[in-house]
Nanobody
Framework: QVQLVESGGGLVQPGGSLRLSCAASGSFFRINAMGWYRQAPGKQRELVAD???????NYADSVKGRFTISTDNAKNVVSMQMSGLKPEDTAVYYCNAEIISPVLGRRPYWGQGTQVTVSS
């Protein structure tokens, strides 16, 4: 069984920084990509950033230049450093990974979500 466990998040003032991390565990062959999505109240879940196993990154326009995604492939961990946070970044942030496992093959997995609140 594959699990994604997130850490980080919390309350921060506008302009502040936070770091989110997500670790994948369980029985699997390979992680193709990992990333972060977010969902604000009343809005659809949206991609924030993702990174492939080869290191190619992709960012939402709204976070370019402020957020940086990275991975530790040896530890199956994806992290996202968030700087210059704005109130509109407030949302529940979900870790996502495309993982190939022996039982289910290739499929996406989701973390439980972590709250990020940007407020003075």
């Amino acid at each position: 069984q594959v699990q994604l466990v997130e850490s980080g998040g919390g309350l921060v003032q506008p302009g502040g920084s936070l770091r989110l991390s997500c670790a994948a565990s369980g029985s699997f062959f390979r992680i193709n990509a990992m990333g972060w999505y977010r969902q604000a109240p009343g809005k659809q879940r949206e991609l924030v950033a993702d990174i492939t196993s080869g290191g190619r990154t992709n960012y939402a326009d709204s976070v370019k230049g402020r957020f940086t995604i990275s991975t530790d492939n040896a530890k199956n961990v994806v992290s996202m450093q968030m700087s210059g946070l704005k109130p509109e970044d407030t949302a529940v942030y979900y870790c996502n990974a495309e993982i190939i496992s022996p039982v289910l093959g290739r499929r996406p997995y989701w973390g439980q979500g972590t709250q990020v609140t940007v407020s003075s």
